[in-house]
Structure formats: structure tokens, C-alpha cells
């Protein structure tokens, strides 16, 4: 059974400062990965997602992960953050032979001005 | 053009009513899901229908029911609301890859509160 694991549950950064949320996945095939944020009310949009090739993806609103096989990990990183980046950030997993996406618990990200 | 719409987006119901919530898209996939989460954000898989035929029941109580009556709708119905029913429903659709999981879009939610 696929599990995905966000170890933190609240980051605050300052606007402007550099981001990189961290996640960590048990998958027994390859993996797909997935960022999804949600804005306060809102549903779920897909910020990125890794099927295979390169493992540095590029996503929307600035935003990159790098999957590292060696390690489980698929972190969500931002040079630069806006205060609009306030928002809860799901990482998930999928693949070959599950039926299902797995997500994990959230990010919650706050941004000071 | 919303991709997966639901309605409402709103429902305060009383404990012990029956109660129905929709979901549509308009993307040509053929599965859908319905998602459950809590208080603490958590995301839980309930059901996904692939071309109107279940294929994902997760130890949901029965007094959830989802019907499809085509690839393009899935609705929930819920008898006797509990109080730990209160929480925010999504609908997501997918398009089917044969075996392996793909893209998942996602409806707006609809906070559902029991009092």
C-alpha cells in the first residue's frame, strides 16, 4: 500500500524568502507524484506532478519539486514566495497497478509581510 | 467553463435527515471520486467510479451511497446524518489509464454541517 508523509505540518516564512516543503512517500512501484494547494474555501488545484524523465518538474506559480528516488522524497520548493502562496499544500501518490491517489496530511503555510 | 462542479456548496442539515450532494464534469474522463475531509484537513479517498461501475469502496459506513448515472455525474446520497458526518466533500474525476493513476481534478467542495 501506498503512504505519503509531510512531516510538517505548519511552515511560516517571511514574503520573499525561499520555500521548500518537504514529503516523503512509500510506494512499491514506481511512483507518480503530485502537489495539489488549497486556498482557504477553495478545492484542490495541481501545482506539479512527476510521471518519469526529468526529475526536476517545473509547475505553476513558480513553483519546482525534485524527486529523489534514493531518498522517498518529492519536496516542493519556491525561490521567492508571495503572500498570495498563503494556502495548505497536499502531496500525493500514485502509480502503476493503484487504483488511488494517497495524499498526505498538509502543509499549512503562512507568510509574514 | 468549471471543469467539476458540485452542488451546493453549502448544506446545514439536522442529525437524522437524508441528504444529497452532485457532482458533475465536464472534462470527458471516465472515473470519478468522491473524497472526505476533516476538521484537520486530512484527505480521505470514499469512492471512485470508472465509466459508471464501482471501483473503489473504502470502508465507508452504508448509509453513504454513490450513484452514477452516467460517466459525466456522480452524486452522494446520505441517510440518517450523524454529527461526524460534518465535513467537506469533494468530487475529483480522472481519465482512465489502465491500470495506473493519473491526474486528478478536483470540484470546489461542499461543507457539509451537521447539527
Known amino acids: 500500500a501506498q503512504s505519503v508523509t509531510q512531516p510538517d505540518i505548519h511552515i511560516t516564512v517571511s514574503e520573499g524568502a525561499s520555500l521548500e516543503l518537504r514529503c516523503n512517500y512509500s510506494?512499491?512501484?514506481?511512483?507518480?507524484l503530485f502537489w495539489y494547494v488549497q486556498s482557504p474555501g477553495q478545492g484542490l488545484q495541481l501545482l506539479l506532478k512527476?510521471?518519469?524523465?526529468?526529475?526536476l518538474v517545473q509547475g505553476i506559480k513558480g513553483f519546482e519539486a525534485e524527486f529523489k528516488r534514493s531518498q522517498s522524497s518529492f519536496n516542493l520548493r519556491k525561490p521567492s514566495v508571495h503572500w498570495s502562496d498563503a494556502a495548505e499544500y497536499f502531496c500525493?501518490?500514485?502509480?502503476?497497478?493503484?487504483?488511488?491517489?494517497?495524499f498526505g496530511q498538509g502543509t499549512r503555510l503562512t507568510i509574514n509581510p | 467553463d468549471t471543469a467539476v462542479s458540485q452542488t451546493p456548496k453549502y448544506l446545514v442539515t439536522q442529525m437524522g435527515n437524508d441528504k444529497s450532494i452532485k457532482c458533475e464534469q465536464n472534462?470527458?474522463?471516465?472515473?470519478m471520486y468522491w473524497y472526505k475531509q476533516d476538521s484537520k484537513k486530512f484527505l480521505k479517498i470514499m469512492f471512485s467510479?470508472?465509466?459508471?461501475?464501482?471501483?473503489i469502496n473504502e470502508t465507508v459506513p452504508n448509509r453513504f451511497s454513490p450513484k452514477s448515472p452516467d460517466k459525466a455525474h456522480l452524486n452522494l446520497h446520505i441517510n440518517s446524518l450523524e454529527l461526524g458526518d460534518s465535513a467537506v466533500y469533494f468530487c475529483?474525476?480522472?481519465?482512465?489509464?489502465?491500470?495506473?493513476?493519473?491526474?486528478?481534478?478536483f470540484g470546489p467542495g461542499t461543507r457539509l454541517t451537521v447539527l
Open positions: 475529483a474525476s480522472s481519465q482512465d489509464r489502465g491500470g495506473q493513476t493519473d491526474t486528478q481534478y
Open positions: 510506494y512499491g512501484a514506481t511512483p507518480y
Open positions: 512527476y510521471f518519469s524523465g526529468d526529475t
Open positions: 500525493a501518490v500514485g502509480g502503476w497497478g493503484a487504483q488511488k491517489l494517497v
Open positions: 472534462l470527458g474522463h471516465d472515473t
Open positions: 467510479y470508472n465509466n459508471k461501475e464501482l471501483i
